[in-house]
């Protein structure tokens, strides 16, 4: 008679509980079902600026946390600062530079660099847990196996895992399989043929903190005959092992074993102590004990990860106020995406919520909200370890009643809505413009290879004590690409005149290549450079190059050549043309029959002088013949009078001008790659393909965490991807940004639960595509829309970092679109795309050619609402529709595959609102 | 249903003044867990093995003489660390021998072992601390052994036993003890006891709690004691730990007749149904909340005086124990809330009804 003690979750194993569970039907499969529970759990990250830090030797500074709630001493989830975001590590030796380690009460951080955190702004996030149930759930820290999700693979072996088999009889393989994988693109596959022995994959760990409790957890699948066993071992590298109460040490024994062999995913989850050993090794273990069997053992989505604290999830989730998550593009296209997230409301009986909200900086704090469940008729739920993050976003501020608080939440695909770049030239930051008008102009962001980029003057530069100053440059902003920056600077050019550097005439500038150390000075971690020289054009014709002189006889005229491209006054960079002064020197000489005459140009004065070692020079400024056609006033000499009496005569006139009437343009290649080829798997290589620079964009600039970008998803985009040139001088959001690139890579940047993904656009139907029929349809509705059918579609790429005017573009029509659908209307598509062959021409094969192939077909879409299956799919993921009625010439779909364009899921009613147009 | 209920609405472990504290604690749900009326809100024993001062950190053995080994105070999280805590007090207690103690010492036993490289007798029952010694947690029968240089424990251990302590500030009446959102399932033993003083070798009172999975419920003659403790025996509890969501100590009320024929109890239903074009549909599974309905039908003013005194402590949503028959199933009892108020009617001059609408299970 008495009231169960909860409807949904014991308090066992996985809730404080060491030990193992497993057999445990994953989440995926729950999307499926029609009966089960659903729980929904949130952890808020209110803040609060510390600054009492005490200081504990090594760049470890030290904070005693008394924040409590509830009587609570509350959890330190995250520590930032306005440029570092803190990993969270198991123990206080662990806290090197960019790590934080809390003990429970006291608070251990490390800066990056020894930084001082009085120097800067250090603010603590704390875990307040909140749920649909009052039920205790680990807080896990970052997974610590490499590979655990068995994407990487170097032939058969799976990278970061060893290998090792022990085979009486048949054969035992191990590789990669893409048979329906619980998570990504691949799991592990142990296959058995004929075959009796054993096959381990395991990794193994020096660094884990004995004393701690750790997960260990994964999903495994068994298909075959039965007597096929799936297992895992923790031990010290075979001789000590954690038994299955997860505290206790013995000889050989595996946490579990399990012969299911129905070819269902089941999941195992391993709470233990770790021991005091100095290798500790996790192992997945699959085996055939008796007999010759035949059949396989397939692993996936497997982590060991720290367990922080098993924190209770207070029951105070408005079950009536849960978010829905709303996400949609703009079109069918690549238009740019928008999101919602509603709202979250916690129930405040008897006002124990004021002080935690009074107490803390609330707005902007960090909300991640995770789904789990359970199965029917007593079946298991779903452990943290796979309850998936369905939004993180941030909080607003909250609104408090006597019944309830309500916090607005923003999705974090708000982000879409920031600008690029981030940075503008002011004086308040550290970078001021030194011309006026480039004051507040955005500091730029450049990937890939892009030419006649502006760079903008941000300081003087003075060479050998020269007069006039000259400028020091920025081509684009790398102060968060800080140790690589810019991987090249091929050329500064120094053009005539604003009209000469717009259309880049050759025949009117001076091109120094940037190994030009006489010229300039660059530096490519900051994508700056110094100009040494002025290198302004100078154009001789021959109504301006006649040198008159005299060496002590008749005037002789020097006329240095015409033919030449435009002469710099000065220096010899590798790349230049022979500079004027050499030129002068040359003809002098040549035409004086002597060696010793010198026109130089001198840094100190910024004057030209010419000279001679011995003998007689006179210089004719004002009586040679023809005067009006002289050099004297491009180098500086008054034409009034000669100069005579001397065997050197400096200019009347400095020769440089000031950095701001010199018109400068670079070519640059952006940012490049580290040693480690983050971003582009090549060490060191321009990044400059669409997959890469995206991911570059949230990591680097957007600092959205590592953990929260899918990783094979983008590596797996940049296989054929073309170039691309991609130059931000002025604001546009990255919604924007984003969806140039997704059009030029033909793929979807996707936010799906919490993690971004690259997901390709292609006709592929991905495992695990959720199929829906009949029965799953709570409404259904199809029809065409003509915002999908264009006659026209133009293509711009590779478009002119200063001017709109020098984009490239193509163009393909389809006079029957017009006459089929009437819809002659034109639409332009802009790409980032570099070079035309892979953006317009020739047609074939082009980008222009694939996205004309979708703009200019008839396509269905479909409006419906699903139960369950359609919630974890992203906008720009498939869906499988099958229907009894349906837009089609059957008047039924079978197995039509769509992708979602916009979606809204109600994780309140478990259902999903969805719009898809089918993938032609 | 019918007998001799009984309405524990004054909960003294949830005064405000009381002072709780534990014989250990997680970081996440400390003893103060137990001053909310949530369930699942529940107190936590730290993992494994707590051994505290004058409770359960002796062993009173013959080796050569009677001596006693007096292991440090703390908190051990595995078997091993307890056991060579446990080393290093027999070898301070007497030096001589090369003492071991394992624990697991049968493959998967999850049992203790001690042993030395010279016999010796282990005082569990006779021993001079035998009240506060080790011998349940580490799975000894209360006797004394035969001479012997090993031993084995007869049963399997995962963890100590522990203790919850309320402190009333005053002396206060108790007449019974309610544990629910227990972990002990059937086993275990949870014993309240309570004395004057903060001192517990022999309190005044020390009475087992008895039940199930559920609950765990005594009644006791009235006492009116300042100090309250409750110690739960479940060694054997392979969770690891000892956990409880609510702890009542108080008193009780009890109207001088039982509530009337009648009583009804009903499930409300809170899963929710979607249904699908084709019919089809899909159930959100939640829990099922029981409600019992019952008035008390034509009773006397004194009676009247007594409930309408207990539920004006319980307004709507505050949580008590109602126990239908506390004398004959005494685990037949509920808690929960009421869901609207109670209502009392004149049927003569010197007849009440009294009605109780709606008491409502609290779940979660």
Known sequence: MPVPASDAIASDVGHGALGIRYGLRPFRDLLSETVGQRHLWVEMRPKKLVTAWATEGGGVWSWAVSETFDGVVLDVVGVRTLTETLARVEAQALATAGKFYYSGTTLYIHLMGDAVPSATSVVVEFGVHIGTHGVVQPVLGVDRLANGSFEAWTGAAPDGWTVTSGVSAGTITVDKTTSDPLEGSYAARVTFAAATGAMRIRQDFTTLVAGQVYRFSGAYRITGAAGILAAIYIDDAGTNFVLPDGRTIGASTQVFTDTSNDGAWRRFAFDFLCPAWGTLRASLFAQVVTGTLTGTVDFDDVRLSPIYRFAYYEPLLNVDSIPTVEAARADSFWGEMSSALGSLSLLNGGGRLEPLLAAYDWLGADAIIRVGGRYQLGGNETLMDDCPVIASGKLGAPTVTDSAVSFDLEDDRKLLLRTLPTRTYNDNSGTGAYQPADRGRSRALLWGTKTGIRPVQYDIHTTGGGPVSLGSYEVADCTDWPAIGLAWMDYVYWYTDEDAALVRSAARRVAVGSTGASSIVESLPTGRFDVLHDMRPIILTDENNKLHFDIGGAVLVAAPSTTWPPYPLSGLPTYDPTSLCSEITYWMNTIAGTSDIRCIFKDVTQKVQIERDSGTLNLRCATGADVQMGIWAILGFNVTADRTGSLGYLADRVFTSPAGDQILRIDARGYGDDGAGTYTGTASAVIEKAPDIGRFILREILKVPASAINLPSFVAARTGAKPCSLYIGSPRTVSDVFSELETSGNFDFVLNGGVWYCLPRDTSTPAGTPALVDADFLSFGSHYDPEDLYGTVRLTYNDAPDSDELTEMGEVSAAAVALRHGRPDQRAFATCLRDKADATYPLSGSRLEAIAAQAQVKRRRFRFSTKGKALQVPVGGKILLTRSRGLDTTGALSSLLVRVISKRDDWTRWVSDVEAIEVV | ?364
């Open chain 2, 1 to 364: 249903m019918a007998g001799t209920p009984r309405l524990c609405v004054t909960n003294r472990i949830q005064t405000p003044a009381t002072v709780l504290t534990s014989s250990s604690s997680q970081a996440g749900q400390p003893v103060s867990r137990l001053k909310d009326q949530l369930r699942s809100k529940a107190w936590r024993s730290a993992l494994g093995w707590t051994i505290v001062a004058g409770f359960n950190n002796k062993i009173d053995f013959n080796r050569g003489g009677v001596k006693v080994a007096t292991i440090a105070a703390g908190t051990y999280a595995t078997g091993a660390l307890l056991a060579a805590a446990i080393v290093t007090a027999l070898e301070a207690a007497d030096a001589t021998p090369a003492w071991a103690v394992d624990y697991n010492a049968g493959a998967g036993a999850y049992k203790f072992g001690i042993g030395g490289d010279l016999a010796f007798t282990l005082l569990w029952s006779s021993g001079a601390n035998t009240a506060t010694a080790c011998h349940k947690e580490l799975g000894f029968a209360v006797s004394d052994t035969a001479s012997s240089t090993w031993f084995g424990g007869a049963n399997a251990v995962y963890q100590s036993r522990h203790w919850v302590k309320a402190d009333l500030v005053t002396a206060a009446e108790v007449l019974g003890g309610i544990v629910v959102n227990h972990n002990s399932g059937a086993g275990g033993t949870y014993t309240l006891q309570g004395n004057a003083t903060d001192a517990w070798s022999s309190p005044t009172v020390n009475q087992t709690l008895a039940g199930d999975a559920t609950i765990r419920i005594a009644f006791i003659s009235t006492q009116t004691l300042r100090y309250w403790r409750l110690v739960i025996d479940d060694c054997g509890n392979a969770l690891g730990y000892g956990e409880v969501g609510i702890w009542y100590a108080g008193p009780y009320t009890q109207p001088g007749v039982s509530y009337a024929i009648g009583l009804t109890k009903a499930w409300e239903e809170l899963s929710e149904v979607t249904v699908a074009i084709s019919g089809a549909h899909f159930q959100d599974e939640k829990a099922r909340r029981p409600t019992w309905s019952l008035n008390w039908s034509e009773i006397l003013e004194a009676d009247r005086a007594i409930l309408a005194a207990a539920f004006a402590l319980v307004p709507a949503g505050r949580c008590f124990f109602f126990s239908f028959d506390a004398v004959t199933t005494p685990t037949d009892t509920e808690y929960g809330f009421l869901v609207e108020g109670v209502s009392e009617t004149l049927t003569s001059g010197l007849y009440f009804d009294v009605a109780l609408p709606t008491f409502a299970g609290a779940l979660g």
